[in-house]
């Protein structure tokens, strides 16, 4: 397989790149590791006649523990979140989800903006950066916005951004000292068929605060702050309500047509990932209080 | 299009030559350079038979452009063949018969060198988990961790 002809362009400022991707609208592409975009050129599913390489663009790269959090470039690679010590630092499940986005070589070049802005449904990081809160600046129209995981995406393979807006980078914040993330997927085929993040936190063994993220069933990231519902419990009183709030969600979750997964299956995994890590992270959160977040993360 | 124009080191040797944008790296090795140890087999990055190294990453050439090599240094099979960490690779799959038609067996190796350069032993359960993105379709993958872990477990010796 050949790819289509193009031509390509190598600006070398956010606002350069911002500008040529503005007038080329729907001729140009953004272009930085390509394995999402070259693959879907090679396939005849995209087909711009311009590439606008963002790997040129200073701006974009980078990961810099700031106060209060990680900041990661959108031109990061998921092998170097995976290796990364200030990720590490704040929240290692972060570089474990990393560490598991498909093969070595995607990771090596494959970008968390690239990610990001192609919104695969069927993709772990969205999902992970939902949960834990983290933000994503974008530039819309030469400005700097800021906007949520689970909102920046439309659905699937859309974004909130237009021809000429970029993603920066993300933001992501350290969790609370005695919050616990945990990370779990389900992979069949090369992508995962369920990816559900949780962050809990507890003070004394009862649940403080409470957020789960479901990804890769549905059309997009569904976020659901679970604090109201959960706070004070623990114990037995707080798995019988987290297998009825699951229950219900499982039940209810929008999911993607078309599917490898018969329907059933689907809910019956985002029910078990779902309930299995609201479990793991109270009792991680209770064991660990007062260190940082850890553990979790892994293959269901 | 208008062309690239691309200056690369290519297994230690330089390459400078002008090509079109859209060229695909395996293409660029395999008809420009005769660089035929780099196979092509599912053409969208799964089973890494087209796995080469540019600046020491293992990279999918069937979906990497052979323009962004410029300024890079790129090593295939045939840049690996007599360094002492192909001798002891390349014996390791001899003795456990770890290579059955050979179509896998360059990116294999060449993504072997990237865990070797790791400096670290590798565990059979981490090297199933680095391996994953490398398919075989003769061995069964057994003969092939079998001989990885012979040759990396104890780390880099060369």
Partial sequence: MKLPQFELHRPTSVDAAARLLADLGDDGSAFSGGTELLLAMKLGLIKSRHLVDLKGLPELHGIELRPGGVWIGAGVTHAEIEASPAVRAIL?????????IANMRVRAV??????????DPNSDPATFLSAVGARLRTWVRGESREVAPEEFTVGPYQTVLEPGDLLLGVWVPTPPPSANVVHLRMKIHERPSVTVAAMVEASHGEVVAARLAVGSVGPKVLQVDLGEELRGLGGSAYSSRVGAL?????GSIPLLPERPESPEYQRHLVRVLSTRALEVGLAAATSSAGRPAQNGGGEA | MTAVVLTAMVNGRPVSCSIPPN???VDFLRDELGLLGTKQSCEVQVCGACTVLVDDRPVSSCCFLAADIDGRRVQTIEGLVDTPFYERVAQAFVRHAAVQCGFCTPGMLLTAKVLDER????TAQQLRADLAGNLCRCTGYQSILDALEDALGEGPQS
């Fill in chain 1, 92 to 100: 290692a499940p972060l570089a474990v989800m990393a560490s598991q």
């Fill in chain 1, 246 to 250: 699951v229950a219900l969600l499982a």
């Fill in chain 2, 23 to 25: 060229l695909l790296l």
């Fill in chain 1, 110 to 119: 494959g970008t968390i903006g690239g990610n990001l802005c192609f919104a």
């Fill in chain 2, 119 to 122: 400096g670290t032993p590798m």
